[in-house]
């Protein structure tokens, strides 16, 4: 009888216990950001797909169609082709393709670039339903960003 009682009380201790922790989780501040109603603010540091940086004098990129960013890119997801034309210094650039689905993030590209063109982006909703989703035209998202 006496190990009945024990048992009885040890259970009911354990109870008090529990609600004692769920009580006081429930009355302490909230630390989760409810996502798809609000959106947490990014750091400075975060590495998102690159971007194409938009010069604000001419209002066009900076990229001089060098290829540094192509050759150093170790997962080979950065496709650049230029032209000459007329009247025109040096290359203009008509290809600027990201391959994300081969891209590891590695910051190669940005680093290696000599004018600057080419930042990470904060962009860090990137889900998608086909492959597809993540060949990024790098001039068309440039020109679409105000």
């Known amino acids: 009888m006496k190990a009945y009682f024990t048992e009885l009380f040890t259970g009911f201790w354990s109870l008090i216990v529990g609600l004692k922790v769920t009580l006081k989780a429930l009355f302490s501040p909230i630390v989760t950001t409810q996502y798809p109603r609000e959106k947490i603010e990014?750091?400075?540091n975060y590495?998102?797909?690159i971007d194409l940086l938009k010069d604000p004098e001419?209002?066009?990129h900076k990229c001089i169609t060098c290829g540094s960013c192509m050759?150093?890119?170790p997962s080979d997801c950065i496709v650049i082709d230029g032209e000459k034309r007329?009247?025109?210094?040096?290359?203009v650039l008509t290809v600027f393709t990201l391959d994300f689905t081969k891209c590891s993030l590695c910051g190669a590209c940005v680093e290696t670039c000599p004018t600057g063109?080419?930042?990470y982006s904060n962009e860090y909703e990137l889900a998608g339903?086909?492959?597809s989703d993540f060949y990024y035209d790098l001039i068309k998202r440039m020109?679409?960003?105000?």
């Not at 007329?86 to 290359?91: L, N």
């Open 143 to 146: 020109e679409e960003r105000q």
């Open 86 to 91: 007329e009247g025109v210094k040096g290359k």
């Open 71 to 73: 050759r150093e890119c």
């Open 47 to 49: 590495r998102g797909h």
């Open 58 to 60: 001419t209002g066009t």
């Open 42 to 44: 990014i750091t400075p």
């Open 117 to 119: 063109a080419i930042d």
């Open 129 to 131: 339903r086909a492959r």
